[in-house]
C-alpha cells in the first residue's frame, strides 16, 4: 500500500520524517532529532504515531526518543547501539523486517558512519530512509567504521532500483556540489550544481533525492570511475578529500 512521506527541518541542517502507512493511518518517526519538532509535526499532521525508527545512535537522531515516546508511546526500533544515547525497545539489524501497517521495511545494513547503522527499505514504495550512510552528492563521515565498511555500504544502497526514492538526514548539498566540482567537470554534475544552488538560495530543501540521480552524480558511489585503481582506495581517496574540504 502507498506511504505519505513528511519532510521536516531539525536542529541546525538535520531533516526529520514521518511516515504514515494509507492502509491504516500507522506512522512512523524515522529518527527523532528534536523531539519537539516531531511533536510539532505530529500535531500539524494529525496522525497517530506508532514507531520510532532510529538509524544510529548519535544524539541528533535519537534525543528526541524519551519524550517522543513519552507524549505518544511509540515503540521504539533501531540498531542496539542506540542504547548508548537513547532508550530503545526493539532492536533490529541487516536483515531484519519491520512491519508499519501494511507496510514492511527491509532493514539495511549500512555501517561506516556508525558501526551499527542500518537504513530501513520499502521495496513497494521504492524507497530507502537512510540515515547519515548516504547523503544528496555526498555521504556520512567515517567516525567508527571503515572506508570498505562504508563503500560495501553504499554499493548495497546504489543495488536498490534507480527509481527508489532516497531520504536523507541533512541538508549537506551545496557543500557537497562544490566539493563534487572539484572532481568532476562533466555536465550531468554541472547541471545539478546549478539546481541545488537555485534550490537552496530560494530556501527549499535539495532532499530526497533518488538512488539513479546519486549513482550518475554522487562521487562517493563513482569514485571508481572518478579515480581509478582499487574501488575501497579511491573511495579513501574521494572520502578523505572531502574531510579536509573547506568549501
Known amino acids: 500500500m502507498p506511504i505519505e512521506v513528511r519532510l521536516f527541518p ?13 492502509a491504516t493511518g500507522d506512522t512512523a518517526a524515522v529518527d527523532t532529532p528534536d523531539g519537539q519538532a516531531v511533536l510539532g509535526e505530529l ?20 534525543q528526541g526518543n524519551a519524550d517522543v515516546q513519552a507524549a505518544t508511546g511509540a515503540q521504539i526500533v ?9 532508550p530503545l525497545d526493539r ?36 524507497a530507502a530512509f537512510v540515515g547519515d550512510t548516504l547523503f544528496a552528492l555526498g555521504c556520512g563521515r567515517l567516525f567508527e567504521g571503515t572506508p570498505a565498511m562504508m563503500w560495501d555500504s553504499l554499493q548495497r544502497l546504489s543495488a536498490l ?29 554541472a547541471t545539478r550544481a546549478r539546481e541545488v544552488f537555485a534550490a537552496r538560495q530560494r530556501g527549499e530543501p535539495t532532499v530526497p533525492t ?16 572518478l579515480v581509478g585503481g582499487d574501488p575501497v582506495t579511491a573511495f579513501t581517496k574521494i572520502r578523505a578529500g572531502k574531510d579536509d574540504f573547506k568549501g
Open 10 to 22: 531539525c536542529l541546525s541542517d538535520n531533516y526529520g520524517y514521518l511516515v504514515r502507512d494509507t
Open 161 to 189: 532500483p534507480d527509481e527508489t526514492t532516497v531520504y536523507c538526514a541533512h541538508e549537506y548539498t551545496a557543500s557537497n556540489a562544490r566539493y563534487a566540482l572539484t572532481l568532476d567537470r562533466g555536465e550531468a554534475l
Open 78 to 86: 533501531g540498531p542496539a547501539e542506540v542504547r548508548r544515547a537513547a
Open 210 to 225: 533518488s538512488i539513479g540521480v546519486e549513482k550518475a552524480t554522487n562521487p562517493f558511489l563513482r569514485a571508481l570511475e
Open 43 to 62: 500535531q500539524a499532521s494529525g496522525w497517530c504515531l506508532s514507531l520510532i525508527l532510529n538509524t544510529h545512535w548519535h544524539p541528533d537522531h535519537t
Open 91 to 126: 532492536e533490529v539489524k541487516g536483515g531484519d523486517e519491520v512491519v508499519l501497517g501494511r507496510t514492511r521495511f527491509q532493514v539495511l545494513d549500512t555501517g561506516g558512519h556508525t558501526l551499527g547503522h542500518i537504513s530501513y527499505y520499502d521495496a513497494a514504495n521504492h
